[in-house]
């Protein structure tokens, strides 16, 4: 498992902004644009970039806290 994906990444619909946006609370703010595939794309590579800085400059990555929800069975 490469260290990017213990981070929880979504795209939703913005009714607001009219756009999708791409998200992973853990590590960015966000991203967005109007094809949610290219948006999810573009995510992980941010975050790929974003743990590439981190161990460049040898600092700790954030604890990934954010979860999807899961039913209860």
């Known amino acids: ?3 990017s994906d213990q981070y929880h990444k ?3 619909w913005s009714e607001e902004d009219h756009v999708y946006i791409g998200m992973c609370p ?3 703010t966000g991203i967005h644009g109007d094809n949610p595939l ?3 794309s573009q ?3 941010v975050i ?3 743990v590439s800085q981190f ?3 040898e600092r700790s990555l954030p604890a990934p806290r954010v979860r ?4 209860a069975v």
């Open 38 to 40: 290219q948006v999810y």
């Open 48 to 50: 790929e970039d974003v």
């Open 55 to 57: 161990e460049s400059e």
């Open 26 to 28: 853990d590590l960015i």
């Open 68 to 71: 999807p929800m899961q039913e």
């Open 10 to 12: 979504w795209v939703e």
């Open 43 to 45: 995510l992980c590579e």
């Open 1 to 3: 498992m490469k260290t």
